[in-house]
């Protein structure tokens, strides 16, 4: 095993910030949608805005991070091994099989972290904030009147993001079993905490081990 930085600072404050962002969102979210009482509805409406907006200007630096840095190139979805990295979720974990497909700094994700994450990136979080600012701009009063502006075209903006929000509690369920899986239950949680992961020893030159760090 060899200890590799495999989690850049920008990288773990961009994952935690957006997974607290994300909960919260969802927590109030829900109370908006009518699923519970706890802010209240009004104060439930102002916090899920405010969280909203910050999501948003997170992506913004994640997304000028990951192009400048090259990192995107991480996530792009790609066949290989994907049939493996199922059988292995299916059926070699249960076996103790090895993981199909070997982390390292430059390929941190297997193909079904890739497709996940990609899609969620790509589609889920723009899907959104996009139906979220339609969500706040069609309600935005018209001089004096206070109807919201062409209410009858809220009913698909609220039943896309309300989709999208069952998908991303979907997710979170999934990834917080899947995190688990790792070398030890705590390996992945770890490694996303420190930004350093033991991993098993490879012949790779690139890798930013902690020797050549220190
Ligand atoms: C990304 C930026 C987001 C923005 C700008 C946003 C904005 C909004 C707005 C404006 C509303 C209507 C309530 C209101 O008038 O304030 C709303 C409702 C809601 N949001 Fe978001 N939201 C965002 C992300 C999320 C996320 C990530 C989730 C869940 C994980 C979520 C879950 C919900 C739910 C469940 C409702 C209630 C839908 C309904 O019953 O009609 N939102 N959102």
Redesign the pocket.
């Known amino acids: 095993m060899k200890r590799v930085y495999i989690y850049e600072g920008f990288e773990r404050f961009w994952h935690w910030t957006q997974a607290i962002?994300?909960?919260f969102?969802?927590f109030?979210?829900?109370e908006?949608?009518?699923?519970y009482t706890f802010f209240g509805y009004e104060n439930a409406?102002?916090y899920?805005?405010i969280?909203?907006?910050t999501?948003?200007g997170l992506y913004v630096f994640a997304a000028f991070w990951h192009i400048t840095t090259g990192e995107i190139k991480q996530y792009i979805p790609t066949p290989k091994f994907m049939r493996a990295q199922i059988e292995y979720y299916l059926l070699g974990i249960f076996k103790n099989a090895p993981h199909p497909v070997k982390k390292n700094r430059l390929s941190k994700l297997n193909p079904l972290q890739k497709i996940t994450y990609f899609s969620l990136m790509v589609v889920i979080?723009p899907l959104?904030?996009v139906?979220?600012?339609l969500?706040?701009y069609y309600?935005v009063p018209q001089a004096s009147v206070v109807d919201p502006l062409n209410v009858s075209s809220l009913g698909p903006i609220?039943l896309w993001?309300?989709i999208?929000?069952y998908l991303?509690?979907i997710f979170l369920i999934g990834h917080l079993y899947l995190i688990t899986t790792g070398h030890t239950v705590l390996t992945n949680l770890k490694a996303m905490l420190t930004g350093w992961e033991d991993i098993e020893d490879e012949d790779d030159e690139n890798e930013q081990t902690e020797n050549v760090n220190n």
């Open positions: 962002l994300i909960i969102l969802a109030t979210g829900f908006v949608h009518g699923s409406v102002v899920h805005r969280a909203g907006w999501l948003l979080i959104m904030m139906t979220g600012l969500y706040i309600r609220a993001h309300t999208g929000a991303l509690v």
